[in-house]
């Protein structure tokens, strides 16, 4: 094949690839100015007679938080269940059953408790901010707050990432206590050890950082899931199929920087 | 208003617009464009599909900065008031948008008390009588408690205006009021404006194709086509215009375009459509 042509098949690939690029850049941008945004009116409103309201605080926490509490306690006990089967499994070679109980606590509290209950939320709350916002953009309901004189960002934007400050913490708490049990669960099956004595262990396994490392990260990805959800709620254009679209965006792209906020974190805390 | 002619020789207009340009990429949507707006008139802009009437109100709203020229609203440029400023600005004027923008996760009274909550210190009583007061305004009184859902399309857009109204607006704009209604459902609505605009003394700025609404309504007229005011006018004088494309919007009668396929195509591919 000819250089030239060679050259003008590439040429298609590299300007997506650039475009991406530049688009990627953007959205981060954008997004870095909604959580600037964002904390201005949760530290500054009260000067500006718009405070964020309390009560639209709480009905995110109900909403991200609590009803998300039971999926979040299933899972993770199914995941504690599931990584205690594997390790029994695994460790039988080496003789080290036994060992499965730090294993579990510790992977748990620092790395599956914290992602189990972010892709949960990112899936959950995340798909359904990006359509709620979404749908006000496309309804003007968003160029009816600006009118109103009430900022779009501290109406809509600033709740949710209190709410997920406050949230998401818990919840992860919540999903490390019930992966721990399912570990139990299992543990006791199959290595006949007692719940109690499973308890003790776990504790003693385990340091407060390894459970203040999960918190942090329960913070960092909160955000995340706030601002990407609501970055692509505001970007939404184009109907029923951009909406589709944008909260289908919304779920991969929170999913996708939880992932990969995930590894720098490990990366740097656990090396 | 019968003295409006005379009123605009001797009194500062309330929305003064001088030079307002603005380009969406290399098109020009708005060119010129100059207009004077007085208190207590109602001013309709009007123009077919794409005229950009809907654009300039969105810059009248202050939703958007123009590239070029200015925007007066009582006596000071919209666009280079600060955050302050223009929660003040925002609080003098209501929007009645085209389908209404009423949230739907609220009840109707919860829609119109929403500017109350968030602008004053007032309390839910005191906020319950007032919604009330602006339900009943646009006869909707009663319905306080169904959702926006629940409502027709008339009374969506008569709860969006007591929604417009509960601040007590110096400025009220409409965006396509009639859009979308029945001839009977509109030409209440109409009726509703001319009495807001004697009852409540407000200025009324209406964007609408409909023309049998506008000549009911309106003081004055500005027509817009292709971004360009054509002329700005009484009713009789719009009516009475030779402008040849003031006539074809009054007679409804369409340009005759020559559509090459092979230039329409061409466009299309480079994104240009």
Not at chain 2, 114 to 132: F, K, Q, W
Not at chain 2, 186 to 206: C, E, F, G, K
């Amino acid at each position: 094949m000819p250089v030239n042509q060679q050259a003008s098949l590439m040429r298609p690939a590299i300007e997506m690839l650039g475009r991406k690029f530049v688009e990627t850049i953007q959205n981060v941008g954008y997004s870095a100015a909604l959580f600037a945004e964002s904390l201005f009116w949760i530290v500054c409103g009260r000067w500006f007679h718009q405070k964020v309201q309390i009560s639209a605080v709480f009905e995110e926490m109900m909403n991200i938080g609590v009803k998300a509490a039971p999926i979040v306690a299933i899972l993770a006990f199914a995941n504690g269940a599931m990584m205690a089967i594997q390790g029994i499994y695994t460790l039988e070679d080496f003789g080290a059953q036994s060992q499965i109980i730090p294993a579990v606590a510790m992977s748990v509290t620092r790395e599956f408790g914290v992602l189990i209950t972010s892709i949960v939320v990112a899936g959950r709350s995340g798909a359904a901010i990006a359509a709620r916002i979404g749908t006000m953009n496309m309804a003007q309901e968003i160029d009816a707050l600006r009118v109103m004189g009430i900022a779009p960002v501290r109406y809509l934007v600033s709740p949710v990432l209190l709410a997920m400050l406050v949230v998401m913490p818990m919840l992860t708490i919540l999903a490390d206590v019930m992966a721990i049990l399912g570990g139990g669960v299992i543990t006791g099956m199959e290595l006949h050890i007692a719940m109690p004595v499973y308890i003790d262990r776990v504790l003693l396994a385990l340091a407060p950082f390894d459970i203040a490392q999960g918190l942090i990260k329960s913070l960092v990805f909160g955000t995340l899931i706030a601002l990407v959800a609501t970055s692509n709620g505001f970007s939404a254009t184009g109907g029923a199929e951009g909406l589709g679209k944008a909260t289908t965006r919304s779920v991969v792209m929170c999913i996708a920087a939880i992932v990969i906020a995930d590894m720098i974190f490990t990366f740097f805390l656990t090396l | 208003m019968n003295n409006a002619k005379l009123q605009t020789e001797s009194v500062t207009p309330i929305i003064q617009v001088r030079g307002l340009e603005t380009w969406y990429g290399e098109h020009k949507i708005l060119e010129a464009v100059n207009l004077d707006v007085f208190a207590g008139e109602i001013m309709v802009i009007m123009g077919g599909s794409g005229s950009g009437k809907s654009t300039l109100l969105r810059y009248l709203l202050g939703l958007h900065k123009p590239d070029k020229g200015s925007i007066n609203i009582f006596g000071k440029d919209i666009h280079s008031l600060n955050s302050k400023q223009q929660i003040e600005y925002r609080k003098k004027i209501g929007v009645s948008f085209q389908g209404g923008a009423l949230f739907n996760s609220m009840t109707v009274g919860e829609n119109v008390r929403m500017p109350l909550r968030e602008h004053t210190a007032l309390d839910e009583n005191t906020m319950r009588i007032m919604s009330r007061m602006k339900l009943e305004v646009v006869n909707l009184a009663g319905y306080e408690n169904l959702t926006p859902a629940q409502l027709s399309g008339g009374m969506v857009k008569r709860a969006a205006l007591a929604r417009a109204l509960v601040m007590d607006p110096k400025i009220l704009f409409f965006d396509e009021p009639s859009a979308g209604l029945d001839p009977v459902v509109a030409a209440d609505l109409d009726n509703l404006i001319l009495n807001l605009r004697d009852a409540m003394q407000v200025t009324v700025v209406v964007v609408t194709h409909e023309l049998e609404s506008a000549f009911k309504i309106a003081d004055r007229i500005t027509v817009l086509d292709r971004g360009h005011i054509l002329m700005t006018g009484t009713v009789d004088e719009v009516r009475n215009s030779e402008n040849s494309r003031i006539q074809n919007l009054l007679t409804r009668t369409a340009e005759e375009q020559v559509i090459d396929a092979d230039d329409y195509l061409q466009r299309l591919t480079e994104g240009a459509v």
